[in-house]
């Protein structure tokens, strides 16, 4: 089993919940998600969201969660770790347009 890292990130994300950088995890793949930050880009407190989606459901990280102006909120990290599988991926949504930055660190295991 090979492990590789990667980073993945979106810029200015909204209203409309975004999958971090397009990224779903690929057949007999399973990902580890080592971090997660959402930073509020804008001069005002915003609320955000962060779930995991497939085919069948959506599974809240956080919800409606605020970040203070130039905040940022760490969903993922630490001691904290989030197993995600074939054809997963990380979607992030905000209650206000072009507001958050994310980040997503995670590693793949095939």
């Avoid at 793949?29 to 005002?44: F, I, K, P, Q, Y």
């Amino acid at each position: 089993m090979a492990n590789t890292f990667y980073r993945k990130t979106s810029s200015n994300v909204g209203t409309t919940a975004t999958t971090v950088n397009g990224y779903t995890v690929g057949a007999a793949t399973t990902a580890v998600v080592l971090g997660l930050s959402l930073t509020n880009v804008t001069g005002a407190q915003i609320s955000v969201s962060a779930f995991i989606a497939n085919a069948t459901a959506l599974t809240y990280l956080v919800k409606n969660a605020p970040v203070s102006a130039g905040g940022a909120l760490v969903i993922v990290g630490g001691d904290q770790k989030v197993i995600i599988q074939t054809n997963d991926n990380v979607k992030v949504v905000s209650d206000t347009a072009s507001s958050i930055d994310a980040v997503m660190s995670i590693m793949e295991i095939t």
